[in-house]
Nanobody, 125 residues
Framework: QLQPVESGGGLVQPGGSLRLSCEVS????????IGWFRQAPGKEREVLAC????????NYKDSVKGRFTISRDYAVNAVYLWMPSLKPDDAAIYYC??????????????????WGQGTQVTVFS
């Protein structure tokens, strides 16, 4: 059973940056795409980005494309979400999730199998 663990959230002023980390054990034992999601108070959870098991395929939601960057480091079994130029609307709980799937594929949807507990991102002025 995979258990993603997020970290890196915190308080930041508008225009600031954060790098979120998602550590997942047992990466090497299967093909897992990883997705990043967020949920703000009173809103539905939304997918932000995903990366395929091989790392070559990266997909982004239009609203964050060109601003957020997803990457993965196999040496430490981690996937990162780099978030520069943060805005108050980016405040939310951020989650990562893993999906066992074929190589070279990552869906921008919520059909992921294993979810982390989330990390809080607060953007304040």
């Amino acid at each position: 059973q995979l258990q993603p663990v997020e970290s890196g959230g915190g308080l930041v002023q508008p225009g600031g940056s954060l790098r979120l980390s998602c550590e997942v054990s047992a990466f090497s034992s299967g093909h897992y795409a990883i997705g990043w999601f967020r949920q703000a108070p009173g809103k539905e959870r939304e997918v932000l980005a995903c990366i395929s098991s091989g790392g070559r395929i990266k997909n982004y939601k239009d609203s964050v494309k060109g601003r957020f960057t997803i990457s993965r480091d196999y040496a430490v079994n981690a996937v990162y979400l780099w978030m520069p130029s943060l805005k108050p609307d980016d405040a939310a709980i951020y989650y990562c999730a893993a999906k066992q799937t074929i190589s070279g594929y990552c869906p921008l949807d919520d059909t992921y199998d294993f979810w982390g507990q989330g990390t809080q991102v607060t953007v304040f002025s």
